[in-house]
């Protein structure tokens, strides 16, 4: 029963996708990439969306309401960022793969339980808390606290990437954050866990120990949420999809897609 | 769950091969699951089951999928200007949402390119046999089910397989109910059913009677009025007529805002029946019958244009038909009118003519079978109907959930037989069971489901189903 859903949907929007195909079509499910707070599909167009179809899966970016090229939503809700996801994989031409990072990853987290995904993928998930909110007060005192009172939260360059990235680079990726909706952000810490994943999709969680922004505690919680353990790339900062040595994690990603069937009707 | 090793098409040469009763060959399916049709029902049904791991033959008598939906097909009961009845979030599968782009009443032809997308997003048409058709469905002891198929018209020859478990989803809008009347054989101006309805053109310049204050039955009386020379609306009783909006929002999700908010049965009568008189007012003005029921307590009509037309009489309202004369129309309150085309809205019976009435527990044979959650079989627990209900909303999620909980009962039976065994006994114990309001009897409203209390009902019954 979910008649407070039904009586109240929720409003569309235009929303970004951005897309690489592969050349040769060969029968494998498409992933579609969600960002997390802050970030767009931009995210993913830098380096994973060429990389994922150069190995022969068709690859969707997409940006949340009131990110990168969607429409404006001051006003969004988890509830809302999660539809969205659901929208744009349910409007692909296969059972999709989700992928979600950082925050995104708790927004797929909340999908799955309205879409049957063939897999999902959690990279560096930020599945909100008292810990993390913690970690980052700590780390980030000055962009943290005022998303407290309904501000931007905002992500230094040595939260989100490591050294290893040059330090032009960072700042041209820093420059393009932009800002969740407040009652989003304020839902990181309040809001209700995701209801259970809905069709059984193997999960796959992966981190880095070193990351700024996720505990590792907090990365091994999410993973046995999955009842699994996170695999972990060390040396690498929050933004995995745009740090130095973002091939790493991708290739696993891939590699786990096509060596874990997972449901039979995987081709 | 054991699964045959490859769930596309029975092949005769991997699959041993047992007798039939009468001698003919059976091939013998092991644990695959046979759908009948490949409509919305029966869609969700082979997306549920292979997802549970089953492998699935379904078979469908056209050749393409969303059987009613889709307006080439025989069966289907679509014309030219079908729309919704219930809002998108209502009709929509629950894991496979509708463009949010799309209006809040889609069209019949983007439900069916909703329904291609569906099965090709799921890879499901490479489960279903197309231009089959189910001849005989017989039970074989050890609660297995041979099917025998054979090409649509009857063509070439007919074959049997024997599976584990068997759910019907041959739909129950297709097969037309005609009343009976005095002189009808005697009538010189054209008789249809709604079923035959496709186009406005149809009705052009004719005078028209309109038999029947369904949603089908409104639909036509609307058109009717726009097209027709001439429109009379024939109805057995008062009903009332439901604008699809009210407060700014698609009126069902005004409803479940308030079931949302536990608002009792009383109340939402109250507030409905007083909504209505705030907005199009008192009917019995334009000469309609008076409600003889409280509002909820029949399937419900969704039709704001109805008294539109009516308050600018170009429809006029009648009561019942009493009987025909070769060249006009007696009614019942001794009026004759002059009809030049009837139009029999008056609905559709469930069918299931590949089935022992018995084994649904229809002993008449009058397509009213005994049914727990109007989906699960008393002493049948591999046999299940789905899709067989007329909610008060979307058809589309009940139908889903239905199959989701066979398939969970299906693989409850091999994992732990002793709690499906249980479940059996409560599904002997429960039923003909209702899942409504009180409503007013008719052939129609038997299956009549209130879509609150039915999803509660589901829940239930998967819960205990899961339970130790």
């Given at each position: 029963m979910r008649s407070w859903e039904w009586a109240r949907p929720v409003r569309p929007v235009r929303r970004e996708v951005l897309s690489a195909v592969p050349e040769l079509e060969e029968g494998r499910p498409p992933l579609l990439l969600v960002p997390g707070f802050g970030h767009g599909a931009w995210a993913y167009a830098e380096n994973w969306l060429g990389h994922v179809a150069a190995r022969g899966f068709s690859a969707y970016a997409m940006s949340l309401r009131g990110h990168g090229g969607s429409a404006p939503a001051p006003e969004a809700t988890l509830r809302a960022y999660a539809h969205d996801v659901v929208q744009v994989a349910a409007g692909l031409p296969r059972r999709a793969v989700l992928v979600g990072h950082g925050a995104g990853a708790l927004v797929v987290a909340h999908a799955m339980a309205r879409y049957p995904a063939q897999a999902a993928v959690l990279v560096a998930?930020?599945?909100?808390?008292w810990a993390t909110f913690g970690t980052a007060l700590r780390r980030n005192p000055f962009g943290t606290l005022p998303a407290v009172f309904g501000a931007g939260l905002r992500l230094n360059r040595r939260q989100l990437f490591s050294g290893e990235l040059p330090e032009a680079d960072a700042r041209r990726h820093a420059g393009r954050l932009g800002r969740a909706a407040r009652r989003a952000q304020w839902q990181l810490l309040t809001g209700t866990d995701p209801e259970p994943a809905v069709g059984d999709p193997p999960v796959l969680v992966l981190g880095s120990p070193d990351d700024r922004v996720v505990p590792a505690a907090a990365l091994n919680r999410a993973a046995r949420r999955y009842a699994s353990a996170p695999l972990l790339f060390p040396g690498m900062g929050h933004d995995l999809m745009l740090d130095a040595r973002w091939r790493e994690p991708i290739d696993a990603i891939l590699d786990w897609l096509i060596k874990n069937p997972g449901r039979d009707d995987l081709g | 769950m054991p699964t045959s090793p490859e769930p596309g098409r029975p092949d005769p040469e991997t699959t041993t091969l047992a007798r039939g009763p009468d001698g003919r060959p059976v091939s013998d399916r092991g644990d695959t699951v046979c759908v009948i049709g490949a409509g919305a029902s029966g869609l969700t049904a082979v997306k549920n089951l292979a997802e549970h791991g089953f492998g699935v033959d379904c078979y469908e008598?056209?050749?393409?999928?969303?059987g009613a939906w889709n307006?080439?097909?025989?069966?289907?009961?679509?014309?030219?200007?079908t729309h919704l009845i219930s809002s998108r979030p209502f009709t929509q599968f629950p894991d496979f949402p509708m463009p949010d782009h799309w209006p809040d009443y889609p069209h019949h032809s983007q439900l069916l390119s909703y329904f291609e997308r569906y099965a090709d997003h799921f890879d499901l048409r490479r489960h279903i046999w197309f231009g089959t058709e189910v001849v005989r469905v017989e039970p074989v002891g050890d609660d297995r089910w041979d099917v025998t198929t054979r090409s649509t018209g009857g063509y070439g020859p007919e074959r049997t397989s024997r599976y584990a478990a068997v759910v019907i989803a041959n739909g129950h809008n297709w097969s037309p109910k005609l009343p009976r009347y005095e002189g009808l054989e005697q009538f010189r101006g054209e008789v249809m059913h709604a079923s035959s309805y496709k186009d406005s053109a149809q009705l052009r310049g004719k005078r028209v009677l309109v038999v029947g204050a369904g949603n089908t039955g409104c639909d036509i009386a609307v058109e009717a009025a726009q097209q027709a020379s001439r429109c009379w609306h024939s109805t057995r009783r008062g009903y009332?007529?439901?604008?699809?909006?009210?407060f700014g929002r698609p009126a069902d999700q005004v409803n479940d805002l308030l079931l949302a908010l536990r608002v009792p049965l009383r109340v939402r009568q109250w507030l409905y029946h007083r909504t209505l008189r705030l907005t199009v007012g008192d009917l019995t003005r334009f000469g309609l019958p008076k409600p003889d029921h409280r509002v909820y307590e029949t399937h419900p009509i969704a039709n704001s244009l109805l008294v539109y037309h009516v308050g600018h009489g170009t429809i006029t309202p009648v009561p019942d038909i009493a009987r025909f004369h070769p060249h006009s129309v007696e009614l019942t309150d001794g009026r004759q009118i002059d009809p030049e085309l009837v139009v029999f809205a008056t609905g559709y019976l469930p069918r299931f003519e590949f089935l022992d009435g018995k084994i649904l527990g229809d002993d008449e044979g009058v397509g009213r079978p005994r049914l727990w959650l109007n989906a699960l079989v008393p002493d049948h627990p591999t046999l299940a109907v789905t899709g067989l209900v007329q909610p008060d909303s979307g058809i589309f999620p009940l139908a889903h959930w239905q199959a989701v909980l066979f398939a969970r009962l299906l693989a409850t039976r091999a994992s732990r037989p002793e709690r499906a065994a249980a479940f059996a006994a409560q599904v002997r114990a429960g039923a003909g069971e209702r899942y409504s309001g009180q409503v007013k009897d008719s052939t129609r409203h038997?299956?009549?489901?209130g879509h609150a209390d039915y999803l509660r009902a589901l829940e239930r019954a998967l819960r205990e189903l899961e339970s130790k």
């Open positions: 998930p930020v599945f909100g808390g | 008598r056209e050749t393409g999928v969303a307006w080439r097909h025989d069966r289907s009961p679509v014309y030219a200007s009332w007529y439901a604008p699809k909006y009210v038997w299956f009549e489901v």
